[in-house]
């Protein structure tokens, strides 16, 4: 019990903060603390608990008590500089967005988009119906599915604004966004149809300067959950089953789909393994933060925020720059290989170490310090802007494809690995040249 008591009251500093933002009638669900709460609050406290017995046994109540500590004054810190840091000073200080919205770009933008988005779903069925890897020049194009997404929210924004509704817009929008959301579901990729409902919902709301009512933030949430959980159990039941995907067989298994494996999904439910197997968590993202405790730097180096480089990398593709190293990634495997209760190799990949497993590979307190109050004044400073220019269709359209990132760069195992892997080169240009065409080209006002 005595180690589990940051955990609790990491868990109670949130539910404080919702109670009290409630109750002041303040409480912003596009706001991102609370995706980052919803991140924070399954590793550092759903995980936490479930996988406190193993815990203790892998990495010895110390070192548990240690790391659950960490994680309560971590998210107090983030806190602090989220609420009382320069965030929406800087805000402030940042220009002004376009007022303008021209619905000439929105007419030629968005079925390109969709055309590009729905054919790197295609490769990646395939590819994954092949079994082979792909050519470097098939992995740049897989790396551009949201661009689908930029589309729907554009449609959506465009349909939406209340000084001229264009209903037809709306719907196409919804539309696009809707497939996105299946299409990933048949793909069994679960944070794109996850990404999919938060987008959605947030670029259908904030045109009208509205916020979702509860009942329809549980709904959303519901959706959410299913979409994951389908998600996760249909990769799963074609794995099991060695088959290809087919349209028939995943309706059927939508129809037949059993939604307490929800709770397997957000870890409410431990897994199921099989006989003479070594039951081991470190691949969750609890157990890759202890790993990275128990083991930087004491028996691997720190990275000292190298990984961080590839905020820059990432905009040259393989295909110009072959020998591109994965900045950080050296000191992430040797980590693993250095501390993994399995047998670990230099190619080992895949599971992800949460956003405290990542700061204390970068430079453990100290660098949790640095890389949460960089992240809190970021996401703040961010959130302050929207306040300010909410009224901007590019700000909505913005917003609407940023906002869930504070929930992504919680349970990965980089903080900017939402930068590298989802914005950076796939949302953030479309939005680039919004900016300038609405800021430059004289169109009309919304």
Not at 187 to 210: I, Q
Not at 256 to 266: A, N
Request: net charge positive.
């Amino acid at each position: 019990m005595g180690d589990l008591a940051f955990v609790y009251a990491t868990a109670a500093l949130m539910v404080g903060l919702f109670l009290a933002q409630v109750v002041r009638k303040r409480f912003d669900p596009f706001a991102p603390v609370w995706l980052f709460f919803v991140g924070f609050v399954q590793i550092y406290v759903v995980q936490a608990i479930n996988y406190h017995e193993w815990a203790v046994q892998s990495r010895g109540a110390e070192l548990v008590g240690e790391a659950n500590f960490r994680s309560f004054w971590a998210l107090a810190w983030f806190l602090i500089a989220y609420f009382f840091g320069p965030g929406r000073l800087l805000a402030r200080a940042l220009p002004g967005p376009p007022e303008r919205w021209s619905i000439g770009p929105v007419n030629v933008l968005s079925p390109l988009l969709i055309v590009w988005g729905l054919t790197c779903a295609g490769l990646v069925l395939r590819g994954s119906d092949e079994g082979h890897e792909a050519s470097p020049e098939a992995s740049l194009l897989l790396s551009f599915p949201l661009v689908m997404l930029v589309a729907g929210v554009m449609l959506i924004v465009t349909g939406r604004q209340i000084a001229r509704p264009r209903p037809a817009y709306t719907a196409a929008g919804v539309a696009v966004v809707a497939l996105y959301m299946l299409i990933w579901m048949f793909n069994g990729k679960r944070s794109h149809s996850l990404v999919a409902v938060l987008v959605g919902v947030c670029s259908f709301y904030v045109p009208r300067l509205r916020r979702p009512s509860y009942p329809v933030l549980v709904m959303t949430a519901l959706t959410g959950a299913m979409a994951v959980g389908i998600s996760i159990g249909w990769r799963y039941y074609t794995d099991a089953h060695q088959s290809h995907r087919s349209y028939a067989k995943f309706v059927d298994f939508v129809l037949t789909f059993d939604p307490s494996t929800i709770l397997e999904s957000v870890n409410m439910k431990e897994r199921d393994f099989k006989a003479n197997v070594k039951v081991t968590y470190e691949t969750e993202e609890y157990g890759g933060f202890l790993l990275m405790m128990a083991t930087v730097p004491l028996r691997s180096d720190y990275d000292y925020g190298v990984n961080y480089l590839r905020v820059f990398s990432t905009y040259i593709p393989r295909i110009v720059w072959t020998e591109k190293p994965i900045y950080g990634r050296e000191q992430w495997v040797s980590a693993w290989i250095a501390g993994s209760e399995m047998k670990r190799d230099l190619y080992f990949t895949g599971p992800a170490i949460g956003i405290l497993g990542a700061t204390q590979l970068n430079g453990g307190a100290i660098g949790t310090l640095v890389v949460l109050g960089v992240v809190a004044t970021f996401l703040s400073a961010a959130y302050g802007y929207f306040r300010l220019h909410a009224g901007s269709p590019w700000v909505q359209v913005w917003y609407s494809l940023f906002y869930y990132n504070a929930w992504f760069m919680t349970v990965n195992d980089d903080p900017c690995n939402w930068f590298y892997y989802n914005f950076g080169f796939t949302t953030l240009p479309p939005l680039v040249l919004l900016w300038v065409v609405n800021k430059h080209g004289g169109g009309a006002r919304p």
